[in-house]
């Protein structure tokens, strides 16, 4: 198999980006004339983007997965605002960030009377449903029927918590569970209501827990390894001095057995050790996306063969990106490239030019407005998200987004940090590292594999200008505590 390095992929990944101009299929005001179309959103948990084979993976295959990217768009530059697996939902369900929407980490508990696009689709005729991961400490609002896990749930024999039915186990693998609940969903619910159901997926979230038929997948093979696997963070000091608990390879226990177990059999020299524990990890990591991808690929099937295909639209995206061994973690959360970016697949048929990519900078806020949109429902005015209606339609709006803000909190042993990322910057501020003095900075066009801080370079002076001004303007913007 072709092996491509990370610089050369992410170098690549604006190709074709001129097909995203292209003319769209029907114009909007032709679509709201038709009836409003069906929406399925599929949400893996910790799905990198690029653990997808249509992002360019030498590694993994993603084959269903990848019919949306040849069915329907592809978006290079969708970004995370949270990435944290609750924050994230919550900041995906009410458009806001998390210093509106209140679940700012996992421990928070979740506002469920707040406003949510859910709620707001109910309101404007649509049956709507979520199956799968919840983790929200509340119980779901906004839905007409939830089928949803206690907190992570579990890949075996899963607790659920479902409409009408209080706490149950079902038994069987937690990704077909997931998908057979969502397929017979669809075939119960009211056929006379568009409907909007949410997928959300488990996989790949460890602890690696496999099918059986998937336990020896790879089990022969040598993975390539990343080009940044022994990084040594030198110019980035809060990755470099601090333990960051359960991101790096060398010290990422999470907790489970799994992994202790690994840990005291693995070398004990630094750099044999992470090469043995990146085999370790990323063989399960793989083995629970190819599980993932086939039953993503059941649910495709499902839509096409019960003819909501033509009035469907299909997205599948993740709750955060995820380091796969990159710089040398096993985790997210850090505004990092490997860690804020998503994969974002929509299929839209008669709107979206089957093929197309697009590398406009979209993020987690944007669903709510553009389902909304999509509905004909009104897009309420506090939401800090855009329909991106107009991307999918193979136009960018003049005045389209310049950044995208971005803010972690606590935990897990990493440091609070904050920043603007650009499309060719990123601008990062750790507020409580050295008294607040700290800041990275990265020119992601010279260094994509983000090596080098460059904030206290003198050429780079005037670019920090700009960030800073730009991350003060977003920071007034949104409204954020004390910045405003």
Request: charged share 25%.
């Given at each position: 198999?072709?092996?491509i ?5 992410l170098?690549t990944?604006g ?8 003319a ?9 004339k038709r009836p ?5 959103f599929?949400?893996?948990d910790d799905?990198a983007l690029?653990?997808?084979?249509c992002?360019g993976?030498?590694i993994l295959?993603t084959?269903n ?6 069915q329907g768009m592809?978006?290079t ?7 944290l697996c609750?924050?994230?939902r ?6 806001k ?13 979740f506002n469920?009377?707040q406003?949510?696009f859910?709620?707001r689709l109910?309101?404007a005729?649509?049956?709507?449903a ?5 983790h929200l400490k ?6 007409d029927f ?5 907190g992570?749930g579990?890949?075996f024999?899963?607790?659920f918590?479902?409409t009408?039915?209080g706490?149950h186990?079902e ?12 397929i017979n ?5 009211n056929?006379d209501k568009?409907?909007c159901?949410?997928?959300?997926h ?6 690696d ?10 089990e ?5 390894a990343p080009?940044t ?5 030198e ?6 001095t601090?333990?960051?608990?359960g ?9 489970q ?8 059999s693995a070398?004990k020299e630094k750099?044999p ?12 990591y793989?083995?629970?996306v190819a599980s993932l ?5 059941r ?19 993740s709750?955060?990106?995820f380091f ?7 985790n997210?959360?850090?505004?990092y490239?490997?860690s804020?970016k998503?994969p974002?697949?929509?299929r839209?048929?008669?709107?979206v030019k089957?093929?197309t ?6 993020c987690?806020l944007?669903f709510?407005?553009t389902?909304?949109e ?7 005015e506090?939401?800090?998200?855009r329909s991106?209606m107009?991307l999918?339609?193979?136009r960018t ?11 972690f ?8 940090h904050y ?8 601008l990062?501020?750790?507020p ?10 990265f020119?992601?066009t010279?260094?994509?594999?983000e090596l080098?801080?460059v ?5 780079y002076?005037?670019?920090s200008?700009?960030?800073h001004a730009l ?9 954020v505590?004390?910045?405003?």
């Amino acid at each position: 198999m072709r092996t491509i390095t990370r610089r050369k992929f992410l170098r690549t990944l604006g190709t074709g980006a001129l097909a995203a101009a292209a003319a769209p299929l029907t114009s909007f005001a032709n679509l709201l004339k038709r009836p409003r179309f069906n929406i399925v959103f599929i949400m893996a948990d910790d799905h990198a983007l690029h653990g997808l084979s249509c992002y360019g993976s030498s590694i993994l295959s993603t084959p269903n997965i990848d019919r949306l990217a040849r069915q329907g768009m592809r978006f290079t530059q969708a970004m995370g605002v949270n990435s944290l697996c609750a924050p994230a939902r919550a900041c995906l369900l009410t458009g806001k960030h998390s210093h509106i929407n209140g679940k700012r980490t996992n421990g928070d508990a979740f506002n469920g009377n707040q406003q949510t696009f859910p709620k707001r689709l109910q309101a404007a005729g649509y049956e709507t449903a979520i199956v799968g991961k919840w983790h929200l400490k509340v119980e779901p609002t906004g839905f007409d029927f939830y089928k949803v896990m206690r907190g992570q749930g579990s890949y075996f024999d899963s607790e659920f918590r479902e409409t009408g039915k209080g706490w149950h186990r079902e038994k069987g693998y937690l990704t077909n569970v997931i998908t057979d609940s969502s397929i017979n969903w669809l075939k119960q619910r009211n056929s006379d209501k568009p409907f909007c159901l949410m997928v959300h997926h488990k996989a790949p979230h460890g602890p690696d827990i496999h099918e059986e038929r998937h336990k020896q997948l790879f089990e022969n093979e040598t993975i390539p390894a990343p080009d940044t696997l022994h990084d040594d963070w030198e110019t980035r000091e809060p990755l470099r001095t601090g333990e960051c608990a359960g991101t790096k390879l060398i010290n990422c226990s999470w907790g489970q057995d799994i992994y202790r177990k690994l840990m005291a059999s693995a070398p004990k020299e630094k750099r044999p050790r992470t090469e043995a524990v990146y085999q370790q990890m990323i063989k399960g990591y793989m083995r629970l996306v190819a599980s993932l991808d086939e039953n993503v690929g059941r649910l495709l099937d499902y839509i096409d063969e019960a003819g909501l295909r033509d009035s469907t639209m299909v997205v599948y995206t993740s709750d955060n990106g995820f380091f796969l061994g990159d710089h040398g973690m096993y985790n997210k959360m850090w505004m990092y490239e490997e860690s804020i970016k998503l994969p974002l697949l929509i299929r839209y048929p008669g709107v979206v030019k089957p093929g197309t990519v697009n590398d406009d900078l979209v993020c987690m806020l944007d669903f709510a407005p553009t389902f909304l949109e999509i509905a004909g429902a009104k897009i309420p005015e506090d939401l800090q998200g855009r329909s991106i209606m107009s991307l999918l339609q193979g136009r960018t709006p003049a005045e389209w987004r310049e950044g995208v803000y971005y803010h972690f909190y606590t935990g897990y042993g990493i440091p609070e940090h904050y920043g603007v990322r650009t499309k060719t910057h990123k601008l990062l501020h750790f507020p409580t590292f050295r008294d607040g003095s700290y800041w990275e900075l990265f020119d992601l066009t010279e260094d994509a594999d983000e090596l080098t801080n460059v904030y206290t370079k003198p050429e780079y002076q005037d670019v920090s200008k700009t960030l800073h001004a730009l991350l003060t303007a977003y920071e007034k913007k949104l409204k954020v505590p004390g910045k405003s």
